[in-house]
């Protein structure tokens, strides 16, 4: 009876302890002095949350950022491509704190006889992958195509926003026909003179052959 009494205090004991370090596999642990040693573990704060944008490709996103959704933004290509439906869609989700956004996003053009344009400048590094960068400030009530559809987002969420937005474009061109991108939105004044939307920074163009002297045929790239 005496042991069976000492093993029910002890895991008393155990539950005590489990309570206050904290068990969850969304924390990490507060490591503070005590009598056991500079490794003895109490209390909890937060990681920051990694979020897939597409295939490999991911952020981590500081606490307190909370989902809000996703939507897919229209985009039509600049030029004409035969049997292709449009408009395109950006598949994008939106993420916010504290009237900051992260929004990722990916499209897929939707045909094998185009693609889009290599990148240039990718070469800005962040979460572990190379981007090309484009910044500029929107104001909240633009007419622009693109971004009037996700402040429409935000609003439609009951957000409460600012004159305009600081935005920082990280863009990476995944193949030939996928484009992966986040934006970074943060409360600003004013706004750009030229607000590029998305057609306009990542041109299409049509697959090339080569090789028609051997009677072989190369798609490029």
């Known amino acids: 009876m005496q042991s069976q009494k000492k ?4 895991v008393a004991v155990l539950l005590c302890c489990i309570a206050m370090t904290g068990c969850s596999g969304n924390v ?9 040693g500079e490794d003895a573990v109490f209390g909890e704060e937060a990681i920051d949350l990694k979020k ?28 004409t491509i035969p049997d292709l439906s449009l408009p395109q869609h950006l598949s994008t989700t939106f993420y ?20 889009f344009k290599p990148l240039s400048n990718e070469t800005v590094e962040r979460w572990g992958n190379k981007w090309q960068v484009t910044t500029f400030t929107v104001p909240t009530g633009t007419v622009n195509n693109e971004y009037a559809q996700y402040i429409a987002f ?5 957000e409460t926003l600012p004159e305009a937005f600081a935005v920082k474009v ?13 934006l970074e939105l943060v409360p600003s004044t004013g706004g750009s003179v030229l607000i590029p939307q998305f057609q306009e920074l990542y ?3 049509a697959y090339s052959t080569i090789g028609a002297q051997t009677g072989s045929t190369v798609t490029v790239p």
Not at 28 to 36: E, K, Q
Not at 154 to 158: A, G, Q
């Open 203 to 205: 041109p299409v163009t």
């Open 154 to 158: 935000m609003k439609k969420n009951d």
């Open 52 to 79: 897939v944008v597409y295939g490999h490709i991911a952020i981590d996103l500081p606490s307190g950022y909370s989902s809000l959704g996703t939507v897919d933004v229209a985009w039509t290509p600049a030029v």
């Open 170 to 182: 990280y863009a990476k061109r995944f193949s030939g026909r996928v484009i992966v991108r986040v």
């Open 7 to 10: 093993l029910i205090g002890l």
């Open 96 to 115: 916010e704190s504290d009237g900051t956004y992260f929004l990722t996003q990916w499209t897929r053009l939707d045909t094998d006889k185009f693609y």
């Open 28 to 36: 990490m642990s507060t490591v503070l002095p005590s009598a056991f």
